[in-house]
């Protein structure tokens, strides 16, 4: 498995630059399959890239939305990553699209795994682009290396594609895609910015404990497109 590196001399470059590799791996997978989907991660750093995909000129009638993973809290939270999604992404032109949400009405994640699973074949799949992020400690997704999930979550026998999540280091329960339903996708980048996280991924890198840095997991398992930006 091989890890390309895109470097950027700015933040705008970045997002300006992933936009279009975006839209034009959707636009070959509509043309081929008739609809695309694009998986994509919370937090702020896609933010300016999702404004910069929602004006973008593209038939998002055709193309399904979902997220690698979810806070679960209130879709109206503000730590609610669908909450970012639609806000950012889903509006101008790709307002359009198709989007699945995980969270449910279940107040426990672990209630709401099947229904997340039996969503999914509302997805076009093997996803066209799926965009990963990254923690300080190396987790992506809800993969949480501190996390008692996170042999489930990275292991590629067992027929998941969803878990809940209890992080012991970070806030709110969580449903993440597990390693195997990540690794189903044509086209994974890796989203960073900031020289911290750079040096993150370049210690997971170097090697050791899939379970440590849950990014090398992905990372020794497929191959990996890197848009980094300082």
């Known amino acids: 498995?091989?890890?390309?590196?895109?470097?950027?001399?700015?933040?705008?470059?970045?997002?300006?630059?992933?936009?279009?590799r975006i839209v034009n791996i959707l636009k070959a997978g509509i043309s081929e399959n008739g609809r695309a989907s694009l998986i994509v991660s919370g937090g702020r750093t896609p933010k300016a890239l999702f404004n910069s995909l929602s004006n973008v000129d593209l038939d998002w009638s055709k193309v399904d939305i979902s997220l690698a993973d979810e806070r679960w809290v209130g879709v109206d939270d503000d730590a609610s990553n669908e909450k970012m999604v639609?806000?950012?992404?889903?509006?101008?032109?790709?307002?359009?699209?198709?989007?699945?949400?995980?969270?449910?009405?279940?107040?426990?994640?672990?209630?709401?795994?099947?229904?997340?699973?039996?969503?999914?074949?509302?997805?076009?799949?093997?996803?066209?682009?799926?965009?990963?992020?990254?923690?300080?400690?190396?987790?992506?997704?809800?993969?949480?290396?501190?996390?008692?999930?996170?042999?489930?979550?990275?292991d590629q026998g067992a027929r998941r594609t969803y878990i809940a999540v209890q992080p012991t280091t970070a806030p709110n329960q969580r449903m993440s895609l597990t390693l195997p339903a990540l690794l189903n996708s044509k086209n994974i980048f890796l989203h960073l910015t900031g020289v911290s996280k750079k040096q993150v991924l370049d210690e997971a890198i170097k090697g050791g404990d899939e379970h440590a840095m849950p990014i090398r997991a992905v990372l020794n398992n497929a191959d990996v497109e890197l848009m980094w930006a300082p």
């Open 1 to 20: 498995m091989s890890l390309s590196e895109n470097n950027f001399q700015s933040t705008d470059e970045l997002n300006a630059t992933f936009a279009e």
């Open 86 to 154: 639609r806000r950012e992404l889903l509006k101008n032109n790709a307002a359009a699209a198709n989007f699945i949400g995980l969270k449910t009405e279940h107040a426990d994640a672990k209630d709401a795994v099947e229904t997340c699973t039996a969503n999914l074949a509302n997805l076009h799949t093997p996803f066209d682009v799926l965009i990963l992020g990254m923690g300080e400690d190396g987790h992506t997704a809800s993969l949480f290396p501190c996390s008692e999930q996170i042999h489930q979550g990275l």
